[in-house]
C-alpha cells in the first residue's frame, strides 16, 4: 500500500510563491507517473500537472503553464510542485496521487490519493 501526504500549503498574497511536496511512503512510487490535483470549493477536482515516473516528461493545465513546475527526487520518493506568481483563482485544496490507467487528465485514472493540502491566494 502506498500513502501519499502533501504539504507546504498556506496563505499567500497574489504574485507570491509556494511549493508543494507530495512525499510517498510504503512503496517505492519511482515507477509510477505522478499527477497534482487541485479542487477549489463548490467545484470539481481538476488536473494541474503530472510527471512520469522517471521525471523525463511533464504536463500543465494552461491555466498554470509558465508559472507551476513540478519535478520529483525519486532516492526521496517526492514529487514537488513549484507555483510561482500565484493568482486568487489558484485558491485549493491540492492533492496529489500516482497515475494507474485511463486518461491521465481525469482524477478517475489516479489511487492512492494524499489529504490535500490548502493553497489560499488573497488579492
Known amino acids: 500500500q502506498v500513502r501519499m501526504v502533501e504539504s507546504g500549503g498556506g496563505l499567500v498574497q497574489a504574485g507570491g510563491s509556494l511549493r508543494l511536496s507530495c512525499a510517498a511512503s510504503g512503496r517505492t512510487v519511482s515507477s509510477y507517473a505522478v499527477g497534482w490535483f487541485r479542487q477549489a470549493p463548490g467545484k470539481e477536482r481538476e488536473f494541474v500537472s503530472r510527471i512520469t515516473g522517471s521525471g523525463t516528461t511533464t504536463w500543465y493545465a494552461d491555466s498554470v503553464k509558465g508559472r507551476f513546475t513540478i519535478s520529483r527526487d525519486n532516492a526521496e520518493n517526492t514529487v514537488y510542485l513549484q507555483m510561482n506568481s500565484l493568482k486568487p483563482d489558484d485558491t485549493a485544496v491540492y492533492y496529489c496521487?500516482?497515475?494507474?490507467?485511463?486518461?491521465?487528465?481525469?482524477?478517475?485514472?489516479?489511487?492512492?490519493w494524499g489529504q490535500g493540502t490548502q493553497v489560499t491566494v488573497s488579492s
Open positions: 496521487a500516482a497515475y494507474f490507467s485511463g486518461s491521465a487528465y481525469s482524477p478517475e485514472g489516479y489511487k492512492y
